[in-house]
């Protein structure tokens, strides 16, 4: 089983989003069997939605987990805010946003929310391969 971590710093957000997709490029390319270009876009998709929701919502750092299962990719982002993303209506004229969240429970097969003993949690994503 393929796994990677990295700490996602706030100091620079859009830099590090950035980052995040680029990282996830690379670990995808690795991967054996090749993973389709199809599923490595809407991994690359659900891995910037939520570093940039953990970025946005945390007021912190954020560390990014992928690991590759045989039938399927997981994305993991944890970060130091106790608040749950949520389902909201997205604002259609304004900048309140509200599409990420059911985007990424559109494109995976299962999405789960982790309050962790620190008070944070992690926000995951299984995607299939």
Do not use: Y
């Not at 991967?31 to 939605?49: C, G, K, M």
């Amino acid at each position: 089983m393929n796994t990677m971590s990295i700490t996602v710093p706030t100091s620079r957000a859009a830099a590090s989003v950035a980052d995040a997709r680029e990282s996830t490029r690379h670990f995808l390319h690795d991967l054996q069997p090749v993973v389709a270009a199809e599923v490595a876009d809407t991994v690359i998709l659900v891995v910037s939605e939520l570093v940039t929701n953990a970025l946005r919502h945390s007021g912190g750092t954020c560390t990014l987990a992928l690991t590759a299962h045989p039938c399927g990719v997981e994305v993991a982002v944890h970060d130091d805010s106790p608040r749950a993303p949520r389902m909201r209506t997205p604002d259609l004229i304004g900048s309140a946003g509200g599409f990420g969240w059911p985007m990424v429970n559109h494109l995976a097969r299962s999405t789960a929310v982790v309050r962790r003993p620190n008070g944070g949690k992690t926000v995951s994503a299984f995607l299939d391969r």
